[in-house]
């Protein structure tokens, strides 16, 4: 069985300014036991940015439920997803008059079976697989331009990425780019997987819902809306690593040797006072 949950709350600088969640996901459990789940992130500075989440949303789960029922394989289904979903977005923005890009909207989906993650995705939101040798894996990449401009699910098929993540999975997490970037902390990046395996772990290898992690003091430096949803095999467990695999990294030498790379010039003469000393 697969255990799922998710959620998608507003984030902090939209409450601050009465602006609704741009975020939306979807999680469809099927008879045959396989899991569809999507997640999309309206664009900001989009004027109808959750419109063009919801409908791409709910469209892409549909059309895949029902290309898995008709025995389509998992990337057509996908596939076909990305396209409903962006014709449902065109029709609906075409039918109010407005501009389509002002429905601009990322879109990542996964489908999981309890072993093997199908996946389709655009944006810069992301998914992250815990595989049964124990590794966590990011399976999808940001797309930005130049690391800090989306590209969203307009960009068309040219952009649209899809395929099989090479491995089995005991977990699967799928997450908007505010929660997402809490797993890459630059201070990793780099380093081993850059991803930070006990936040990770926290959501990904236990069968509760961690949802109220994301409304806690924990999740305040989060101010952009917060989608994540999480995907678990409840019949097998992972291989363990060693305890050094999954202790918290060491924020101040992290810190000091970032810092000491990029801003050399600060440290230059305290090193060489240290030196003389």
């Known amino acids: 069985m697969i255990f799922t949950y998710g959620t998608s709350l507003t984030g902090s600088s939209h409450i601050k300014r009465n602006i609704p969640c741009q975020d939306f996901h979807v999680i469809k459990h099927m008879n045959d036991g396989r ?110 331009v130049e690391n800090y401009y989306v590209i969203p699910l307009r960009m068309g098929k040219e952009a649209w990425e899809f395929g099989v993540a090479e491995g089995d999975f005991v977990s699967v997490l799928l997450a908007t780019d505010g929660v997402y970037d809490i797993f890459f902390p630059y201070l990793l990046k780099g380093t081993g997987a850059g991803i930070h395996i006990p936040m990770a772990a926290y959501f990904m290898e236990t069968s509760v819902s961690r949802v109220n992690f994301l409304s806690s003091p924990g999740a305040e430096p989060i101010t952009d809306d917060k989608t994540l949803v999480v995907l678990i095999n409840q019949a097998v467990k992972p291989q363990k690593q060693p305890p050094s695999y999954y202790a918290e990294p060491d924020w101040e030498t992290l810190k000091y040797d970032y810092n000491k790379k990029f801003y050399p010039h600060l440290y230059s003469d305290v090193e060489r006072d240290a030196d003389d000393r």
């Open 35 to 144: 899991v569809i789940a999507v997640v999309a992130d309206g664009v900001g500075s989009a004027s109808h940015a959750e419109a063009g989440a919801r409908i791409a949303a709910q469209t892409a789960a549909t059309t895949c439920e029902q290309g898995l029922i008709h025995l389509h394989d998992p990337i057509t289904s996908l596939k076909s997803s990305y396209h409903s979903a962006w014709d449902a977005v065109i029709k609906t923005a075409t039918e109010n008059g407005h501009w389509i890009d002002e429905y601009d909207t990322t879109l990542t989906m996964a489908i999981y079976d309890g072993k093997t993650v199908y996946f389709g995705h655009s944006g810069d939101g992301g998914i992250i697989g815990l595989g049964m040798d124990g590794l966590y894996k990011a399976i999808t990449r940001p797309q930005k």
